[in-house]
């Protein structure tokens, strides 16, 4: 895994957001979130290395191709509380350095498997102000017992899909539109900042633009 930054270093709002290393979106949605909320933030994109390894939660079998997915989302997520968070929120040794470090609003989301992920970290972390969980991969084998069976330990939680993503021949995909009106449901139940954004067109229509609008809700 390697981590690139995107925008403002002094910023006081950073996203942290996975990505597949031939991903350029974090550049265009660096834009995109200027433009709705009108703020200089930093990406610190995390790109990493087996996609449907680094980023699942358990071992699963393929849903598409021949590669199945592992269970590196614990490791990962440990690289990026130890050491991407520690980067970002000690830039320096003195008093003022730490206690700006401490103002600083810190929100995790991506796209399609990093949705799941960003999503499966709020369960397992306190450390992000938002989880912004786009078009995810809520049709994980085990992710809703996941859900119905922990806490959330996030406060505000921004959930979205495509209008056609439910309509495919897979009868495992095609439970994302259910297993994430659920979600969304025991959020709002639990008294969680949410919302549920339906965008139009398929899984892989204009993710940059999807995933700067979950982000701008966190912020705003």
């Keep these: 895994m ?8 002094n910023s006081d709002t950073v996203i942290i957001q996975p990505a597949d290393i031939r991903d350029d979106s974090p550049e265009s949605e660096l834009a995109l979130i200027k433009e709705n909320t009108g703020k200089d933030i930093l ?5 990493v290395d087996d996609w449907n390894n680094d980023l699942s939660p358990w071992e699963a079998p393929a849903v598409f191709g021949n590669e199945n997915f592992g269970c590196g989302a614990a490791g990962t997520l440990d690289y990026i509380i130890n050491d991407v968070l520690p980067e970002i929120m000690s830039p320096g040794k003195k008093d003022s350095d730490e206690r700006k470090a401490a103002t600083k609003k810190l929100y995790l989301g991506g796209y399609s498997l990093a949705g799941l992920f960003s ?14 969980a ?20 996030t406060p505000k939680v921004y959930l979205s899909i495509g209008d056609k993503e439910e309509k495919v021949r897979s009868s495992v995909i ?15 139940s639990l008294n969680i900042e949410t919302t549920l954004e339906y965008n139009p067109g398929n899984h892989f229509r204009d993710p940059d633009i999807r995933v700067s609008k979950g982000f701008s809700y966190l912020i705003l």
């Excluded at 990406?43 to 790109?47: G, R």
């Excluded at 709020?122 to 102000?129: G, H, I, L």
């Excluded at 095609?174 to 709002?188: M, Y």
């Design 2 to 9: 390697r981590i690139q930054y995107y925008g403002n270093p």
């Design 43 to 47: 990406i610190a994109a995390v790109f």
């Design 119 to 132: 999503l499966w970290a709020a369960y397992n972390t306190d450390k992000f102000d938002g989880i912004a």
């Design 134 to 153: 786009v078009s995810p991969s809520v049709w994980f084998p085990g992710f809703m017992e996941y859900v119905e069976g922990n806490k959330i330990l």
């Design 174 to 188: 095609s439970k994302v539109g259910d297993n994430l009106r659920e979600i969304h449901r025991l959020l709002t």
